[in-house]
Nanobody, 130 residues
């Protein structure tokens, strides 16, 4: 079993910055990739960014490209989302997610499809005021 714990949410004015963190518990499974999703009130959850555990170019939703940066600290099993130039439309509950796999399974290429993630955090609220 894997546990994901987010932190770093809060309230900020438009144009401001926040950094979210997601700490993953130790596991006997292999980590494939980790990502961030968000869900605003009355809207469906959407993928924001994903990073492959082996490195490479992260994927971003068009709505956050150039403003958000996803990164990871492999040694500490932690993932980050640096958010800059925040807009009111970025207001949402932000969720950390990950795909882990065990023996007999294979790694997959990262996607922003929530169905491709098998572990989720509880979420952290981000509120951007105008």
């Amino acid at each position: 079993q894997v546990q994901l714990v987010e932190s770093g949410g809060g309230s900020v004015q438009a144009g401001g910055s926040l950094r979210l963190s997601c700490a993953a518990s130790a596991s006997t499974y292999y980590k494939n990739y980790m990502g961030w999703f968000r869900q605003a009130p009355g809207k469906e959850r959407e993928g924001v960014a994903v990073i492959y555990s082996g490195g490479g170019t992260p994927l971003y939703a068009d709505s956050v490209k150039g403003r958000f940066t996803i990164s990871q600290d492999i040694a500490n099993n932690t993932m980050y989302l640096q958010m800059k130039s925040l807009k009111p439309e970025d207001t949402a509950m932000y969720y950390c997610a990950a795909r882990f796999y065990g023996l007999g399974s294979l790694p997959k290429l990262p996607t922003l499809n929530e169905a491709d993630f098998n572990y989720w955090g509880q979420g952290t609220q981000v509120t951007v005021s105008s």
